[in-house]
């Protein structure tokens, strides 16, 4: 085994947090089978794996326990949305002693074997690491990232590394995000923070949504995130287009975000100039 | 194919037997082949002279030669083999056969100078033998004399390339073949057989990002068929394999053959109803199988095809490819075609209903230095495919630029198109629309920027002056 060594207390250094919402049975079995492969490939450190159910009653706990016996299942009781969930986790993560690294980990996706073993391998390669994601698969997300440094202008919340030290300087995620949009504000502040955010693309998760049905409350919700982000980076236009979008798409009335000056070092890094891909696309 | 001498130098039969069958081996004759007993013994075979048309073997006879004569062949059927795999389960079996299949007897007899060949076509024949466990050994075969009606000479020969494009056994007049036992390959109904060309040695990288995207497909049942030439190790594959079928969503197995005939053997092994081709270093979307052979099983199209990306990518350290760009490819609505000509990467972007192609044969050549089979162009004259048209599905990776990628040998000039004449009514009528589109597009484009410019002082009469120059030039 390599990366970071065991807790004081003989746990794990790396945790790794999965929320729930009503997800199917077949998918949870996928995800696990993907773990058990990360666990005995070569180098892998050891981790745990820690259960948020959000969704409106218990059946996945029988499920979880069926495919990963001894799991650690939670249930929330109520739906926190994606940031929430896990910042709960993140807290708890970190609030343990010698816990370095803890990995959100979208449950209908499928791990590569070497996924846990390159993020964390990755995140160890430099001491001013704050996040590090998984590379998208089969289809890559198109934004940039430099194939010598690894950088990128943002990390996707799919399976996402976050440090102990993006922890403690950036915080987790801003719980307002109810889903979507989290992961690109969380990266542009710790980059902001003058930490690096980075791809591991040996780490790769395979997630498809591209032909993922239409769902009118998903693109209402994107877009109200969206409007969310554009006002916190103080983006008129943008969030301006995004709430015209979200009233088209027949969204329920809502506070509009006020729209904030951010500091100049927040201000530097945020990208509206791109529409929801907030980076110049490769392709 | 032999020349109508060598058939004529001998009876085929009697040369096809003599030249496979070694001295003392133990030969059952069945029907009119009792005549090469003679020959037989003094070779110090064993022979045993079956006494009726079908073949039944003495108490402690175990053949290792079966030979049928003409009546054997003739009633040859489903219940005759499963006798004589039972009766003589290792004998190799040796006949000829007039094939009632040819095109001259077929064109004969459609313009009615001569009545229906009488026995089986020699597609009929192997497919009897395949379904019923046995594989070629051997087969010589003589053509088909090039005129044998009195149809207008272009018109015999169209007939004729149609008949060989669907079964190049229609070009077959008589053949001499040694078939031997083999596992059965009945098509499972459903399944789908994605043969997996391993035959270019990707890298390990590459290798296992092509099967952790297969391990994640959506269609099922997949049968993953790995084929690689002789000698080249798969070992790596097979571990991966192993690691990925605990997802539970596939079987799959390696084939070796000799280099060149590995994706014929591939193809030969399938034993799925739908078959597909993949390159190794491939990749392909969840939804990709899934979409094809629903739009094969919801329409009456014999093979589908998706729109895919050319990958370009550049290999970083650890041998994963750093992608550059990805171009979609076939563009537009419909598949016509010059993308089947242009593109010949289509081959790893199809799958064909291999119970609506009757004989055409799928196996094709292994490719070679970046270049691909021409099976899409050879589907395409006979079969109108069916596009998915959308969102690319599947990635063809190749490094460098996709202008690489050649098909093996470009399509004969002479290949035929089968097509209803409203089909070319349709699609001359659709490019002519096009081109009236585009005109009308360069019409208004020209109009707008006439419109710009025209408000900008003496930058209107310079471009006008411009253009008339360019158009003198052009006009001698």
Known sequence: MSGPGPTAAGGPGVWLGIVLYRNPERELERLCTSLAWNREAPGAPAFGVKWLDNSPD???????????????????????????????????????????HYVCINPDGVLHPD?????????????????VEARLFPDEHPKPYDPRTRETPWCSGCVLLVTREAYTRVGGFDERFFMYCEDVDLSWRARAAGLSVRVAPEARVH??????????????????????LGAKYGDAAFTRARLREYAELGGEPFAAPELAKPERRLARVADFGHHFDFARRRW | MSTGLAREAGGLLETLVLGRVGARARVGLVGE??????????????????????????????????????EGVARLDATALAALRHGAPEAEVLFTLRNAGAASALLETLVGTAPARPGLSETALLALLREAGYRVAHRQVWPCAPRTTALAEDAERSLRALLAQLSPSTQVEEGAYAVVPDAPAALVPGLLSVVLWCGEAPSQGLLDEALFSLACQEQHPLEL??????????SAARALLERYARLGTFTARTVHAAPGGVLAEAVRQARGQYLSFLDARCVVYPGHFTRLVRALEEGPAA??????????????????????????????????????????????????????????????DDPAGGRLPDLPVRLGALFEPVFVAGIASCEVRQEGAPASVRVTSPPAAETWLLRTVAVWEERVARAREEGLSAREFRHRLVDDLNAR????????????????????????
């Not at chain 1, 996924?115 to 996040?131: F, I, S």
């Not at chain 1, 498809?208 to 969310?228: F, G, I, K, N, Q």
């Open chain 1, 115 to 131: 996924c846990v073993r390159a993020l964390v391998a990755e995140a160890e390669r430099r001491p001013d690491t704050g996040l």
């Open chain 2, 303 to 364: 093979w589908a095809v998706a729109r895919a990306f050319h990958t370009e990518w550049v290999p970083t350290v650890g041998g994963l490819p750093y992608v550059r760009a990805k171009i979609p490819f076939p563009l537009g609505e419909r598949l016509e075609l010059e993308h089947l000509l242009k593109d010949p990467a289509l081959f790893l972007a199809l799958v064909v209903d291999r119970a609506r192609v009757g004989a055409l044969p799928l196996a094709t």
């Open chain 1, 58 to 100: 218990e059946r996945l706990r029988a499920v979880v326990a069926r495919c990963m016996p001894g799991a650690d299942y939670r249930f929330s009781g109520a739906n926190l949305g994606f940031g929430a969930a896990h910042n709960r986790l993140m807290a708890e993560a970190f609030g343990t002693p010698g816990v370095r």
């Open chain 2, 33 to 70: 082949a009792r005549g090469l007993a003679g020959a037989l013994r003094e070779r110090g075979c064993e022979v045993y002279e079956a006494t009726g048309p079908d073949w039944k073997a003495p108490p402690g006879f175990s053949a290792s030669f079966v030979v049928l004569g003409e």
């Open chain 2, 225 to 234: 068929i790995l084929a690689a030439p002789e000698g080249q190790d798969l």
């Open chain 2, 453 to 476: 410019i025209r408000a900008v002082p003496g930058v209107h009469a310079t471009v006008r002056a411009l253009a008339e120059r360019l158009k003198q030039r052009r006009e001698p």
């Open chain 1, 207 to 228: 997630h498809y949504t591209v032909t993922r049905e239409l769902s009118a409350t998903r693109e209402r919700m994107v877009r109200r995130s969206a409007a969310l």
